[in-house]
């Protein structure tokens, strides 16, 4: 089993930024392809960002795209996704998933992905 923690969401003023980190302790993240998805109050959880474990592919939703930026950690156990130029919009819960099986590339959907962190909070607003 893989268990995920998230962490370094909080409160940022719009145009501000954070970076989020997904670690798995003593698990090499290199080997499955991980997706952040989000959920915003009342709103279905979408997913956000993904690099893949082979082929170095990457994935962004249209609306964060020049502004995240998905990244592996020098220690294989931990991704990043940095956020810049936040905007109220992005206010939501983030998660990060480990993918298995699928290993060339990120999907978009959520059923793909065997293992869930907890979720780290990230609200934008002045």
């Known amino acids: 089993q893989l268990h995920l923690v998230e962490s370094g969401g909080g409160l940022v003023q719009p145009g501000g930024s954070l970076r989020l980190s997904c670690t798995a302790s003593?698990?090499?993240?290199?080997?499955?392809?991980i997706g952040w998805f989000r959920q915003a109050p009342g709103k279905e959880r979408e997913i956000v960002a993904g690099i893949s474990w082979s082929g170095g592919n990457t994935y962004y939703t249209d609306s964060v795209k020049g502004r995240f930026t998905i990244s592996r950690g020098n220690a294989k156990n931990t991704v990043y996704l940095q956020m810049n130029s936040l905007k109220p919009e992005d206010t939501a819960a983030y998660y990060c998933?480990?993918?298995?099986?699928?290993?060339?590339?990120?999907?978009?959907?959520?059923?793909?992905?065997?293992?869930w962190g907890q979720g780290t909070q990230v609200t934008v607003s002045s």
């Open positions: 003593g698990i090499n993240l290199n080997y499955y392809t």
């Open positions: 998933a480990a993918d298995r099986h699928n290993s060339l590339y990120v999907s978009q959907y959520e059923d793909a992905y065997d293992y």
